[in-house]
T-cell receptor
């Protein structure tokens, strides 16, 4: 596709529900990143993939957060037993090589936990 | 971890004026220094970046200057236009991008 695509754009979840957020990176991009952006704040790093390998997951806030990229293209961020503090915009970005090349961001998924 | 601060947090200018946003960081290992622009409801978009072996880079109305010794870099926008209104983030990094808290720029016609 022309850019990074994320779905759904908006998700409302009841507290305790599991959610899955999808990211379709730019075709051929090796690197994929997930960020969490709270209202009025800068994006915060969650995790980084190079192809299918998850090289850095130091930003995942708890073991309720899990990300995968099994075939080195589409990625899914899963949040189990959602809590109100998980409410945020989740951004996905991809780049052609490593983290230090231009990262293209999707529009994000706005998650609201009620 | 990396501590990134931006100043000012908000900046209001008249169309045609210049705008300067400063970013300070703590990790001396950082070697990549991008600036991102984020419009409402959209993801951040790279507008300019610089690497640690370069002191200044310019792209039309936008420039970035880097002072590695002092650990800060700045975004300069000249001849501002209303469409420059957005939130700007610096995101210095070594092995991952660490975003600053953002600067809301408002350009009035």
């Amino acid at each position: 596709g022309a850019g990074v695509s994320q779905s759904p754009r908006y998700k409302v979840a009841k507290r305790g529900q599991d959610v899955a957020l999808r990211c379709d990176p730019i075709s051929g991009h090796v690197s994929l990143f997930w960020y969490q952006q709270a209202l009025g704040q800068g994006p915060e790093f969650l995790t980084y993939f190079q192809n299918e390998a998850q090289l850095d997951k130091s930003g995942l806030p708890s073991d309720r957060f899990f990300a995968e990229r099994p075939e080195g293209s589409v990625s899914t961020l899963k949040i189990q037993r959602t809590q109100q503090e998980d409410s945020a915009v989740y951004l996905c970005a991809s780049s052609s090589q490593g983290w230090h090349t231009e990262a293209f961001f999707g529009q994000g998924t706005r998650l609201t936990v009620v | 971890g990396e501590n990134v601060e931006q100043h000012p947090s908000t900046l209001s200018v008249q169309e045609g004026d210049s705008a300067v946003i400063k970013c300070t960081y703590s990790d001396s290992a950082s070697n990549y220094f991008p600036w991102y622009k984020q419009e409402l409801g959209k993801g951040p978009q790279l507008i300019i970046d610089i690497r640690s072996n370069v002191g200044e880079k310019k792209d039309q109305r936008i420039a970035v200057t880097l002072n590695k010794t002092a650990k800060h870099f700045s975004l300069h926008i000249t001849e501002t236009q209303p469409e420059d209104s957005a939130v700007y983030f610096c995101a210095p990094g070594f092995q991952k991008l660490v975003f600053g808290t953002g600067t809301r720029l408002l350009v009035s016609p």
